[in-house]
């Protein structure tokens, strides 16, 4: 295929907005208008897609305890309620997607992705997943269930461990699919977190990786042209929240690196923006997934390149 690879991460905007009922007709609404951005993309350039998944995997665990409480089986660990997501998002964009490349090969892969079980994450859990919920009934929640809580706005959120991604498991399938010109759906949710024995045993683990790190690695390993981190806003602010906020147009990884930005919001996609540039020293573009084919032109959002 001829132009670029590029490789796109999905904030959560994508499927589900604050506020939001977490219903399949409202993420089918909000995909519709990116499947006809990112299709655009997808006619010229090979593109790979990879999205977040904290809502749908949070409601996933709330369904599963729901069940167990109710049948008596164990409710299923992070790891198995990752994949089910994935599958359940990959799903929905291909099935926005389609109507966009009519005669394209579009597939959604279930990814795992390695970690390390001595990550001093699982010592401080910091990924939020699932809904905002009312502070009594977090606590409620995580007394029965041992979660760990963060303040989200007026409510509480349960938080997990969110290791580094260290390897991406089907990084050869994946190269064999982009090469065939197939638009991939891979990575969700950062990929489902595993850790691999001396003997090469896989088994999986009670966290989630974050989807911005994990896209950053995805993106080295397919030696992708471009890394696009799409999201609600249409730039990086610098001094966010104050009356000086201003956007980045252009900035190189080392002068990000000297600004403070939000953590588990803003943070992640800046760090996995230098990652890629520093690794790779292509281009990444932080903005709004409206705005996709402008980020990836260098037209608009901050644009993050060697210096």
Not at 29 to 57: F, K
Not at 139 to 144: K, M
Not at 183 to 212: F, L, M, N, Q, S
Not at 223 to 231: F, G, H
Request: charged share 20%; net charge negative.
């Amino acid at each position: 295929m001829s132009g670029m690879r590029v490789v796109a991460a999905l904030g959560g905007n994508a499927l589900l907005r604050r506020g939001e009922a977490p219903t399949l007709a409202t993420q089918r609404r909000n995909l519709a208008a990116a499947a006809e951005t990112l299709a655009g993309i997808a006619r010229d350039h090979a593109l790979v897609l990879t999205h977040g998944n904290g809502p749908q995997i949070g409601l996933l665990a709330l369904q599963a305890m729901a069940a167990a409480d109710a049948a008596g089986p164990e409710a299923p660990p992070l790891d198995v309620l990752g994949a089910e997501s994935e599958g359940l998002i990959g799903y929905l964009i291909e099935r926005e997607l389609r109507p966009h490349l009519p005669g394209r090969a579009i597939a959604t892969l279930l990814t795992q992705t390695e970690i390390d079980p001595a990550d001093p994450a699982f010592a401080a859990p910091s990924k939020p997943i699932g809904p905002v919920l009312a502070p009594a009934v977090a606590r409620r929640l995580a007394a029965a269930r041992g979660w760990s809580l963060a303040p989200d706005g007026d409510g509480l959120r349960r938080v997990v461990p969110a290791p580094e991604p260290r390897r991406i498991l089907e990084i050869d399938a994946l190269r064999l699919l982009v090469e065939q010109g197939v638009t991939v759906v891979c990575a969700g949710g950062g990929g489902i977190p595993v850790a691999v024995g001396p003997a090469g045993e896989v088994r999986g683990v009670e966290a989630v990786i974050d989807k911005d790190l994990a896209a950053a690695l995805l993106a080295v390993e397919l030696e992708a042209d471009a890394l696009l981190l799409l999201t609600d806003v249409p730039a990086v602010l610098r001094d966010w929240g104050t009356d000086t906020a201003a956007p980045i147009a252009r900035a190189t990884p080392a002068a990000l690196r000297r600004i403070a930005f939000a953590p588990g919001s803003m943070a992640p996609k800046v760090e996995a923006a230098c990652r890629f540039v520093e690794a790779t020293g292509a281009v990444a573009a932080i903005g709004a997934l409206d705005a996709a084919d402008a980020l990836l032109r260098g037209d608009a959002g901050t644009i993050v390149a060697g210096a």
